[in-house]
């Protein structure tokens, strides 16, 4: 079974992180919300508070699947100042495992140089931290390991795309369905 890890920082999107959320458990892929913090406590860009399910601090990540990113103002810059996140993100990607970015999030993944070469998205105005990317204008962007995303509009999309990639197209449109027009 696939498990996945959000990272939640003070003054993330809350949309972004909880549609992910919802929709993975939806279809029952097991995904953990993660404080970068020191509590479980995470308030979000819009003063939402939310409980995360665990500290960065006393995980190991070694079941992981995929990681997840998501953005908002200040939680990105929170996500990209958190050194052992970035260490995990780099150990990931070198080994080709699943890592979502939405909205300024990607920025973080431009500026470790995942991006190079690639097709990626992001929220209008970050297009420059996409560093050696492809800057495709398009809700969700897959390259390879590596999936961007726009922003908390394409939210059902990305969160879509991360179910389709653990799971099948089948599930992530029947995921989508339920939730877009309550079939």
Avoid: W
């Avoid at 993330?12 to 959320?21: D, M, N, R, W, Y």
């Avoid at 890592?99 to 140089?113: D, E, T, V």
Wanted: glycine share 10%; net charge negative; proline share 4%.
């Amino acid at each position: 079974m696939s498990q996945v890890y959000i990272f939640l920082a003070q003054g993330f999107e809350e949309i972004e992180c909880l549609t992910v959320v919802d929709l993975m458990r939806r279809v029952n892929i097991p995904i953990t919300m993660v404080s970068i913090s020191e509590t479980l406590e995470v308030s979000g860009a819009h003063q939402m508070t939310v409980t995360a399910d665990a500290l960065f601090s006393d995980l190991n990540f070694d079941d992981a699947n995929m990681l997840v990113l998501p953005g908002g103002a200040p939680g990105t810059c929170n996500l990209n100042d958190c050194k052992p996140l970035k260490n995990l993100l780099t150990d990931f990607y070198n080994k080709g495992k699943y890592i979502g970015a939405i909205c300024a999030a990607p920025m973080i993944l431009g500026h470790l140089g995942f991006l190079e070469g690639r097709k990626a998205t992001c929220y209008p105005g970050f297009e420059k931290d996409l560093i050696g990317a492809d800057y495709v204008c398009e809700p969700v962007v897959l390259d390879g390991s590596v999936i961007t995303s726009r922003g908390l509009g394409t939210a059902i999309e990305f969160a879509g795309q991360l179910i389709e990639l653990l799971t099948d197209k089948a599930t992530a449109d029947g995921v989508k369905a339920q939730v877009i027009y309550n079939l």
